[in-house]
């Protein structure tokens, strides 16, 4: 099973990666790797874990130009695939169509040998990727349903296809998994075994959002929804700011009533409801991994009095931080 990466004229391999058959299967170990990436094709890196049936990837990388490669692949793979950041078109003859994903869009891809030019416009790209082995794909997939039906056809009949011919948001609690695989610290077994559970987890939410048939709230049209996903950046990279609504508004362009509406029904709760549990998600790690003081914290993500800290703790975990720095 063999993976080649071509620069844009074919005249040398960027990249050639030989996997163990059956699919990834390495006797029950897992196996990690990092790679660095370097110009000109960009500065950043990209994370591989695998173990039997799955590969999981995830990189980071900023771009001062377009990036352009071929790629081609000897082996079949059910990709769960999500563009975290940045734009993405894939040209291949295995597909009816051009494939494009934009920012915060996912979507399930059955591969059959796959082969094509790949395209990346940054000036960011995060990409976050599940693949598959097939056979162990279709164990999940629900039965009675027209939908995955086609789709359990399309890789019966290796006839290379999406899931869902639209891409779908990615969801808060897809973000949450996402996040929690990309910074899990278990070792070994523990970390194949937390690894299989969320990559579960993640299906699950893609499938049960596709049967749903919900691909965009029907009063948010796509400029509103890229701008709400622009204030939740804006919120985790600023989590000890102040910002009101009318500020965080006018930052993206659009106006109090859009942002508080839309923000709600695309992640299923407020700007500030958001904004407050990620503070003290943010203040829980600092809480666990770090030996500042409650009212250091408590200045940290933004509280000016850090009794008002403790009572918003309280509130979200039934602990006050104190004690739960004890326990």
Known sequence: MTLRLYDEHLE??????????????????????????????????YHEISFANVHISFGNISLNNQLKFYLESDFDSVEMHFTLKGKSKAISGNFKKTIEFDSYQHNIIYAHNMEGRME?????????????????????????????????????????????????????????????????????????????????ELLLLQLEQFFDNNILPSSLQKKDIEKMYAVREYILTNLNSESSLI???????????????????????????????????????????????????????GYKNPRHFSAAFKRKFNILPSKFRNK
């Open 12 to 45: 040398s391999i960027l990249m050639e990666k030989n996997y163990p058959a059956p699919y990834f299967f390495n006797e029950g170990d897992i196996q990690e790797c990092i790679t660095q990436l370097f110009p000109p094709y960009g500065c950043g890196f």
């Open 247 to 301: 500020e965080l508004a006018h930052l993206v362009g659009t106006n109090e009533f859009t942002l508080k509406k839309g923000f709600k029904e695309l992640f299923g709760t407020t700007v500030f409801g958001f904004w407050n549990d990620n503070k003290m998600k943010q203040a829980k790690k600092m809480l666990l991994n770090c030996d500042l003081s409650i009212s250091e914290i408590s200045d940290r993500i």
């Open 120 to 200: 990346f416009e940054g000036p960011e790209m995060y990409l976050f990727e599940i693949n598959l082995a097939p056979e162990f794909f279709k164990r999940f997939l629900p039965e009675h349903s027209g939908l995955f039906e086609v789709f359990r056809n399309s890789i019966d009949r290796q006839n290379s296809s999406l899931i869902q011919p639209e891409h779908n948001h990615i969801s808060q609690e897809m973000y949450q998994i996402l996040n929690e695989i990309i910074h899990c610290n278990r070792k070994g077994t523990f970390k194949r075994i937390y690894l299989e559970a969320k990559v579960g």
